[in-house]
């Protein structure tokens, strides 16, 4: 069984900030990149930030939160960041972890988090 637990959500209000944890745990053979991905109400999932976990860590961001968000990845705990600072209402939905792995026995693959809210209001 592998898990991402998710965590540090909340409600901020405008120009504040939040970090994000994911912890991935199981029988994991390697990592190879993670990410975290949102959703809004009535709008498509999209990719927030990306860390490339193997192969020299590079990052990925959105344009819309270059500047104020970053990713970052603890190898000894398999856990990745998203640092979120001047927090916006746009920046309010669900925000949901993503590992690309490979787990013992089973070929390499996408991998999601529950998902967890994030909200910015005043």
């Known amino acids: 069984q592998v898990q991402l637990v998710e965590s540090g959500g909340g409600l901020v209000q405008p120009g504040g900030s939040l970090r994000l944890s994911c912890a991935a745990s199981?029988?994991?053979?390697?990592?190879?990149?993670m990410g975290w991905y949102r959703q809004a109400p009535g709008k498509q999932r999209e990719l927030v930030a990306a860390v490339t976990v193997t192969s020299g860590g590079g990052t990925n961001y959105a344009d819309s939160v270059k500047g104020r968000f970053t990713i970052s990845f603890d190898n000894a705990k398999n856990t990745v960041y998203l640092q979120m600072n001047s927090l916006k209402p746009e920046d309010t939905a669900i925000y949901y972890c993503?590992?690309?792995?490979?787990?013992?026995?089973?070929?390499?693959?996408?991998?999601w988090g529950q998902g967890i809210q994030v909200t910015v209001s005043s």
């Open positions: 993503n590992a690309n792995m490979m787990v013992f026995l089973r070929r390499r693959d996408d991998y």
């Open positions: 199981g029988n994991i053979f390697s990592i190879y990149n």
